[in-house]
């Protein structure tokens, strides 16, 4: 089972900082995927990464960006936090089956 | 593009009774998953079941593809149950996920 590990858990940032949310992997997985959750809702995909050094864009990749510096980290950037943007966010990488695991997440609040 | 459509939105059980969660989605190309989030926020992966039916514990899932639905059964249900229920759809091959909305559940003691 792939171990998905998340940092911060949680974050307080101001509007207009820079937040980096970090995930870690042990699954050695080609894919690692960040979501993020709002309150109420479904989970949607900012931006996935199937080999270090490249990121791909997800459904909702404005505002972010991705950094895929190794196989096992893949970092979300919000360069210049707003408001919109708090919310829960999850990393995610597949299993050796198929099914997709995920962090602890991470709740961050821009104030 | 694909959907992924869950039902109830919503559901309040007494804790002792069965629930019966509904997914349809619009491939007939399913890899499909069941996930419950906690109600402090942590997913787990419940089901990967792309066809046929699966069981752990008290939960059971069943997954007919050519219909387009899969469904996860709870049975006896706990207060320890409550929390959303989310499926979600892989498509192509790089397990991007496709998620539904989810079911909220309580179950009451």
Redesign the interface.
């Known amino acids: 089972e792939a171990a998905v590990t998340q940092s911060p858990r949680s974050k307080v940032a101001v509007t207009g900082g820079k937040v980096t949310l970090s995930c870690h992997q042990t699954n050695n997985h080609d894919?690692m995927?960040w979501y993020r959750q709002d309150t109420g809702?479904?989970?949607?995909?900012i931006h996935?990464s199937?080999v270090a050094d490249s990121t791909e864009k997800?459904d909702i990749p404005d505002g972010y960006k991705a950094s895929r510096p190794s196989q096992e980290n893949f970092s979300l950037i919000l360069e210049l936090a707003s408001l919109s943007q708090t919310a829960?966010y999850?990393c995610?990488t597949?299993g050796t089956?198929?099914?997709?695991?995920?962090g602890?997440?991470t709740?961050l609040t821009v104030v | 593009g694909q959907q992924v459509q869950q039902s109830p939105a919503s559901l309040v059980l007494q804790e002792g009774e069965n629930a019966e969660l509904q997914c349809n989605f619009s491939s007939t190309a399913t890899r499909l998953q069941w996930f419950y989030q906690h109600p402090g926020g942590r997913l787990v992966s419940l089901f990967y079941n792309p066809s046929g039916t699966k069981h752990t514990g008290r939960l059971t899932s069943t997954t007919v593809t050519n219909e387009r639905r899969s469904s996860l059964h709870i049975s006896s249900s706990q207060t320890t149950d409550s929390g959303t229920y989310f499926c979600a759809l892989n498509v192509g091959d790089n397990s991007k996920l496709i998620w539904g909305l989810g079911t909220s559940l309580v179950v009451n003691p």
């Not at chain 1, 809702?41 to 995909?45: A, D, F, N, S, T």
């Not at chain 1, 089956?97 to 995920?102: D, Q």
């Open positions: 894919y995927y809702h479904g989970l949607r995909l996935y199937y997800g829960v999850f995610a597949p089956g198929k099914e997709v695991f995920f602890k997440g709740r």
